[in-house]
């Protein structure tokens, strides 16, 4: 199994590409048919989206990848479990051979939903990262030694559309904790990629050296928006317009300004229905 880090500095190509999947709500394998023909280099497992019980990530990487001997990510929220049981899936992943994964705190939950479930928040994501480090150099989270050691390549995530001066201290500790690439929320301000990394420059007097899989959400009517959607490119959606080439423009943006890993966010239905061949589409178009 490929490592995202280590892919990302050999690449013969022009960029490296992560799709984002949805495990399913229930225990049908089904589902795994529709990621069939997805001519992504990753596809990364996303951790309850919704906020709803689902498949595991971790569970759902390892049948993808047996299923299509696809490299996968895992997503891991540290929401929902307190240190011993990251710890545990930590070692769990790297027993079934699942090299990569995604630290990320999880969002909130609502008033609504805190009356079905409490967070745990145990820890940080950026602990979470750390930890999974030394879990590499043959440590558990206690800092006990173990007989052997592990290959966990885990990065974390970046939102642009927040702001970007409390991102760049985030970012900084998710690089310090051992964080090995990044995928960033899907934003439609183009800018805010050169402000990010101008203002990074700015603030430790270096280059952010760290992979980063730049985010580009496909856009649908009655789906779903990451982020705020520009006047004109809604009311090009609410009119039924076909938005791939939109994606396939903000695409090659990305690869032009010099972007070496894409991150793809296929369109999300209202109720959780993805379309994949949406994806593999886009990506066709520089292949």
């Known amino acids: 199994m490929a490592r995202v880090d280590i892919t990302y500095v ?23 048919e529709n990621l069939k023909g997805l ?6 497992i996303a ?12 569970i759902y990487a390892y049948l993808v990848k047996q299923r299509y001997g696809i490299d996968v990510i895992f997503s891991t929220a540290t929401r929902d479990m307190n240190k011993l049981a990251l710890g545990t899936r930590m070692m769990s992943a790297s027993i079934m051979g699942l090299e990569n994964a995604i630290a990320l705190n999880g969002d909130s939950f609502s008033e609504k939903e805190l009356g079905l479930q409490f967070p ?40 642009l559309n927040n702001d970007l ?3 760049l201290l985030l970012t900084q500790k998710k690089i310090l904790s051992g964080a090995s690439f990044f995928v960033t929320q899907p934003t439609f301000n ?7 990394l101008s203002l990074y420059r700015k ?64 369109p999300i239905f209202r109720g959780g229905r993805r379309d994949y061949d949406s994806a593999i589409s886009l990506l066709s178009n520089f292949n």
Request: charged share 20%; proline share 6%.
């Open 10 to 32: 050999n690449q013969t190509k022009s960029f490296v590409s992560i799709v984002d999947v949805s495990p399913p709500r229930d225990t049908s394998l089904n589902t795994l």
């Open 39 to 44: 001519n992504s280099d990753f596809l990364s």
């Open 47 to 58: 951790y309850s989206p919704g906020k709803i019980p689902r498949i595991d990530s971790l």
């Open 120 to 159: 745990v928040y145990n820890q940080k994501s950026t602990e979470l990262i750390f930890d999974a480090n030394r879990l590499n150099s043959g440590f558990d989270n206690r800092g006990f030694k173990l007989p052997s050691s592990s290959s966990i390549c885990i990065g974390g995530t970046i939102n």
């Open 165 to 167: 001066d409390n991102e």
């Open 190 to 196: 183009f800018c805010n990629k050169e402000i990010f």
């Open 203 to 266: 603030n430790f007097g270096y280059e952010l050296k760290v992979p980063i899989f730049w985010g580009i959400q496909l856009l649908v009517k009655n789906g779903l928006r990451l982020a705020k959607v520009p006047k004109d490119i809604e009311a090009a959606i609410e009119a039924g317009e076909n938005m791939l080439p939109y994606a396939i423009t903000q695409m090659r943006s990305y690869i032009d300004s010099g972007a070496h890993g894409i991150y793809i966010v296929p």
